[in-house]
């Protein structure tokens, strides 16, 4: 799959994640989400797909999404102190989300990658 494409499907996915958990978290914030989704997905694309991806396992990488989805999220919300959301749900819940959608995306991703390779 092609740059931007993959940017643009990484984007929906994790503007979803971040609207559903700030849903869960206790109220929607837009500007927080659009943000922190776009933030999200160019830092995820280039450290777990392009950089840990390659090397190691769908699993590995799809935690690595994760993990810099909780900390963007941490410390926007940290940055942020007006907004009446509950920190710790909204980060467990968009990492959560991210987490699950990146494995999926990653399956996704090589299988791309494989059918390009054999032609």
Same mark, same amino acid.
């Given at each position: 799959?092609?740059?931007?494409?993959? %940017?643009?499907?990484?984007? +929906? @996915?994790?503007? &979803?994640?971040?609207?559903? !958990? $700030?849903?869960?978290? =206790? /109220? #929607?914030?837009?500007?927080?989400?659009?943000?922190?989704?776009?933030?999200?997905?160019?830092?995820?694309?280039? %450290?777990?797909?392009?950089? +840990? @991806?390659?090397? &190691?396992?769908?699993?590995? !990488? $799809?935690?690595?999404? =994760? /993990? #810099?989805?909780?900390?963007?999220?941490?410390?926007?919300?940290?940055?942020?102190?007006?907004?009446?959301?509950?920190?710790?749900?909204?980060?467990?819940?968009?990492?959560?989300?991210?987490?699950?959608?990146?494995?999926?995306?990653?399956?996704?991703?090589?299988?791309?990658?494989?059918?390009?390779?054999?032609?």
């Amino acid at each position: 799959m092609r740059t931007i494409p993959a %940017l643009i499907v990484k984007y +929906v @996915l994790t503007l &979803a994640a971040a609207y559903l !958990a $700030s849903y869960f978290a =206790g /109220g #929607v914030y837009w500007g927080l989400i659009i943000v922190l989704a776009l933030l999200a997905a160019i830092a995820n694309y280039v %450290l777990a797909d392009l950089i +840990v @991806l390659p090397v &190691a396992s769908n699993l590995v !990488a $799809s935690l690595v999404d =994760g /993990g #810099v989805a909780a900390l963007l999220g941490f410390f926007m919300l940290a940055r942020d102190t007006s907004l009446n959301l509950n920190t710790v749900w909204f980060v467990f819940t968009f990492a959560l989300i991210v987490t699950g959608c990146e494995y999926f995306f990653h399956i996704y991703l090589q299988t791309q990658e494989k059918s390009t390779n054999s032609e």
